[in-house]
């Protein structure tokens, strides 16, 4: 008997891995990392920490005030979390949210009409720069968006939502290639 249930990608199997179609991409990234740090340390000071502590190619993501989260593609080592934890003692708190949260990668050159279909954000390059980020609804669900590119973005959702949020993005994926022809 197991003691503990095993880890399964939500969005793991073929009908969720990616969808390539009319000037959009929807992929599934890798569940890797995420860490939610909160405390009075600015972003220069944090990315530092980050890279002493091994976490050289993550990528710090405004959440909110004197919020980041901290999102990679490699799995979390304890030894890594520890060492993070440690360096920003009296500075700031960590929480590892890896498990909590899934990351979707929606790109390409309609990715901005797709996403005007579920969010009021105005996601125009002059207004939400590369390396932007909001917390935001996509419909009913709360979402963080972050421009990793001109056209494309990633989609942060609690994992329990991370299904429902990508039928929602294919449906108006759909929509977004009509309103194209």
């Known amino acids: 008997m197991r003691d503990l249930p095993q880890h399964r990608p939500v969005l793991a199997g073929t009908a969720h891995s990616s969808i390539t179609g009319s000037g959009v991409r929807l992929e599934a990234l890798p569940e890797g990392h995420l860490?939610?740090?909160?405390?009075?340390?600015?972003?220069?000071a944090l990315a530092a920490e980050l890279t002493k502590a091994g976490f050289a190619e993550s990528s710090i993501r405004k959440a909110g005030f004197r919020q980041w989260f901290v999102a990679g593609d490699e799995p979390l080592a304890p030894t890594g979390l520890d060492a993070l934890t440690a360096a920003l003692e009296g500075k700031a708190f960590v929480s590892d949210q890896s498990h909590g949260r899934v990351r979707i990668c929606v790109s390409g050159r309609s990715s901005r009409l797709l996403l005007s279909k579920g969010t009021a954000v105005d996601l125009d390059p002059g207004v939400f720069a590369e390396g932007s980020s909001v917390m935001t609804m996509v419909g009913h669900i709360s979402v963080q968006i972050v421009r990793t590119g001109n056209d494309s973005f990633e989609l942060t959702v609690l994992r329990s939502f991370a299904e429902s949020l990508w039928d929602d993005l294919r449906h108006m994926a759909a929509s977004a290639a009509k309103d194209e022809a």
């Open 35 to 44: 860490l939610h740090v909160l405390g009075g340390i600015e972003p220069a």
